[in-house]
């Protein structure tokens, strides 16, 4: 299942009208690119040291093991000080030798900036070219251009999760269970599903030719389909009956522009059901507003500290609810996992930290750092890391995540048979004797 990587920040401080975090599902593109070869090259620097270390060591005596020493220690070259001329001198020496002329000057600016926050090895700050940063803020706003319809990867082949209402998807005919076998005549066996979504969505008004295989037939089909601007809908709910009682079964799949609203207009609605208990179910969510993620915390929890952090000074800072607190006598469980990250981790950190909710599922990602987003002047924006969060009660969520108070797992043959003992557990503890009621079992989407 797919987890996805980064939503942030906005810029922080009083000019900032809104505080962003959390993880940007599927933007493979440049800048994001460079940070990961960045990782990659990081990453088995890392491995390399941990292999050679590990290796057998011929002992004489008493002598002890050798150690390895200085690791993640900077290169010699970033120990010296250097001269900014050297920087012209090798823009010039591009300009003059490169083999593939003319060469852009705007792209090799971009190129150099991407460079400079890259090469702090934290992919978390990231700079985004004009391009890149306008695609990244329609994330933000829970809007994009594609044709409307959830997918996943099951049992190893592109599969319709469901098309979203309204959508150029519904409107073509895909339906919940179908298959994918081809996109514009190229062939999906093996496909990753970032580079099936990065081909089908695309500009409204431009069409893309699906070749699908409907559930039951074994004829596939050819769809053409316009493309359109969707707009996700962050916050779903509905109600289960369970052991005679009525249990609200909360989604959020992020905290978008649109979440506290439609949060709201959720908890307004489910309070005039009069439930028993309520399914807060983030799994998957990879965060978004960090104001959206305290308002919602703040339907539990009332008037106290959501989440802390803390600066590279020492400073601190306390993000404190001040909401309405509706849901704080109403039995919660919570459903986590590793995709859960960021704001999501915020809310199920807090909750479990005052006791106004159970943790049920698996750990969560571990996404605990804060980043700045400023929009500069020409369209580009940098994000860049700032500070840590930590729960109420002191524990840092960054690489260490929520540990839930009962760990169940989902696994891949649960979830291609459309098993949620995740769910069956909440709704168990919520309603007793539930677990025997068959639930539909949760995706990892992505939506074209």
């Known amino acids: 299942m797919d987890t996805g990587t980064e939503k942030i920040p906005e810029q922080q401080g009083a000019a900032a009208p809104r505080q962003r975090a959390g993880i ?35 002992q004489c005596g008493e002598q002890k093991p050798g150690q390895v020493e200085n690791q993640g220690a900077p290169p010699p070259f970033a120990l010296k000080d250097v001269d900014f001329n050297g920087f012209w001198d090798i823009w010039r020496t591009v300009h003059e030798r490169y083999v593939h002329q003319p060469v852009s000057d705007v792209q090799m600016y971009y190129g150099s900036v991407a460079g400079m926050v890259a090469s702090l ?37 592109l599969t319709v999760i469901a098309p979203l209402p309204g959508t150029p998807a519904e409107k073509a005919g895909l339906k919940p269970g179908d298959w994918i076998v081809g996109i514009d005549g190229a062939d999906t066996s093996g496909m990753l599903l970032d580079d099936a979504v990065s ?22 089909v050819e769809l053409t389909i316009a493309r359109a601007t969707i707009v996700v809908q962050s916050v779903k709910w509905k109600m289960v009956s369970r052991e005679g009682k009525l249990i609200a079964v909360i ?47 703040g339907e539990w929890v009332p008037h106290d500290v959501i989440v802390e952090e803390k600066f ?10 001040d909401g309405n607190y509706r849901f704080a006598d109403l039995p919660t469980v919570v459903l986590v996992n590793g995709g ?23 750990q969560t990602y571990g996404k605990g750092s804060v980043q700045d987003y400023s929009e500069l002047a020409d369209g580009s924006a940098l994000k860049l890391t700032v500070a840590l969060w930590y729960t109420p009660k002191g524990t840092s969520i960054d690489k260490n995540g929520i540990t839930p108070d009962e760990v ?41």
């Open 251 to 297: 989604t959020l799949s992020h905290f978008n522009e649109d979440t506290e609203a439609r949060f709201n207009e959720a908890v307004r609605s489910v309070l005039l059901e009069n439930p028993s208990g309520v399914v807060l179910d983030m799994r998957n969510n990879p965060g978004g507003f960090l104001d959206t993620a305290v308002k919602v915390a």
């Open 408 to 448: 169940v797992k989902l696994s891949d043959e649960d979830y291609n048979n459309d098993r949620d003992p995740q769910m069956d557990r909440a709704l168990e503890l919520l309603a007793p004797g539930a677990a025997a009621a068959p639930t539909p079992a949760p995706t990892a989407p992505a939506k074209p």
């Open 24 to 58: 940007l599902r599927n933007y493979g593109i440049g800048a994001l690119s460079a940070v990961l070869i960045v990782l990659s090259f990081f990453g088995g620097a890392f491995f390399q040291s941990r292999h050679q270390s590990a290796a057998p060591q011929q």
């Open 199 to 220: 081909r089908i969505r695309g500009p409204k008004g431009t069409s893309v030719k699906l070749t699908v295989l409907h559930e039951g037939t074994r004829d596939p």
């Open 312 to 321: 590279s000074d020492g400073t601190k800072k306390d993000y404190n609810s």
């Open 121 to 157: 090895g934290d992919p978390y700050s990231v700079f985004f070219d004009p391009d890149t940063a306008k695609k990244f803020s329609q994330e933000l706003s829970g809007t994009f251009e594609g044709i409307g319809a959830e997918l996943g990867i099951k049992k190893d082949k």
């Open 340 to 362: 859960s990250a960021s704001a999501s981790e915020i809310v199920a950190g807090a909750l479990k930290d005052h006791g106004k909710a159970r943790i049920i599922g698996e």
